[in-house]
């Protein structure tokens, strides 16, 4: 008989395509990318008072802007400005009023940026990046305020301590707990108060500083 020496063939490994290395990496950037903006959506979630992102309404800019003359002077802030698209109306409603927003969110500011750029208002808008609570708002005679409930009484007393004592504030979603409003447009989720600190009792006044 023959005997047949076999012989034991070693596969190499199997070397990874360039378009298969491009492909993961690509796909793990992609991944990289996601969390860290989405980071900054979720982050507000773990603060003590959670202001999310929930982008106005067309009929919430509409009641707004009813209680802002076209001749309006000045300044006006929106607190949580988000897409910053009460911040472009308000500027587009009153050519003479220069129109701030303040976000905490980095993507939303720079999202607000490039939209007031697109509407022609970029001279007359500003976005700042910044936790409402340390932005001062002494300087503003218009502040628009979309909050949530938890957060009213806080920021109750930071526009009576703040604010000038003539300025005009603009409620939307949910009242100020203890200020009373001068006129109120009822309309459901997308309900406005309007408050005149200058006409708001003193004594009013003196307890909620208390």
């Keep these: 008989m023959e005997l047949l020496n076999e012989s034991v063939v070693q596969k190499k490994p199997a070397r990874m395509s360039t378009g298969a290395k491009l492909l993961i990496a690509a796909t793990?950037?992609?991944?990289?990318?996601?969390?860290?903006?989405?980071?900054?959506?979720?982050?507000?979630?773990?603060?003590?008072?959670?202001l999310p992102y929930v982008p106005a309404t067309t009929e919430q800019i509409s009641n707004v802007l009813t209680f802002l003359p076209k001749t309006a002077r000045g300044r006006?802030?929106?607190i949580g400005s988000g897409d910053g698209r009460i911040v472009v109306?308000?500027?587009?409603?009153?050519?003479?009023?220069?129109?701030?927003?303040?976000e905490l969110n980095p993507w939303l500011v720079y999202y607000s940026r490039l939209s007031a750029l697109r509407q022609g208002?970029?001279?007359?808008?500003?976005?700042?990046?910044?936790?409402?609570?340390?932005?001062?708002?002494?300087?503003y005679n218009y502040v628009v305020i979309?909050?949530?409930?938890?957060?009213m009484k806080d920021?109750?007393?930071?526009?009576?301590?703040?604010?000038q004592h003539n300025a005009k504030v603009i409620a939307c979603r949910f009242p100020m707990p203890h200020l009373q409003p001068e006129r109120t447009i009822e309309d459901g989720v997308n309900t406005v108060w309007f408050y005149d600190l200058s006409k708001q009792g003193r004594q009013n006044k003196?307890?909620?500083?208390?």
């Design 206 to 210: 003196c307890n909620l500083q208390c």
């Design 146 to 151: 979309f909050g949530v409930e938890q957060m």
């Design 155 to 163: 920021l109750e007393h930071k526009l009576i301590s703040e604010c």
């Design 89 to 102: 109306s308000a500027a587009q409603h009153a050519n003479a009023l220069q129109t701030d927003g303040v």
């Design 121 to 139: 208002v970029r001279k007359q808008t500003r976005f700042f990046r910044r936790d409402l609570w340390k932005f001062s708002i002494k300087d």
């Design 28 to 50: 793990g950037g992609v991944g990289v990318g996601l969390s860290i903006v989405c980071a900054s959506f979720v982050a507000p979630a773990f603060r003590r008072i959670c």
């Design 76 to 78: 006006l802030l929106d």
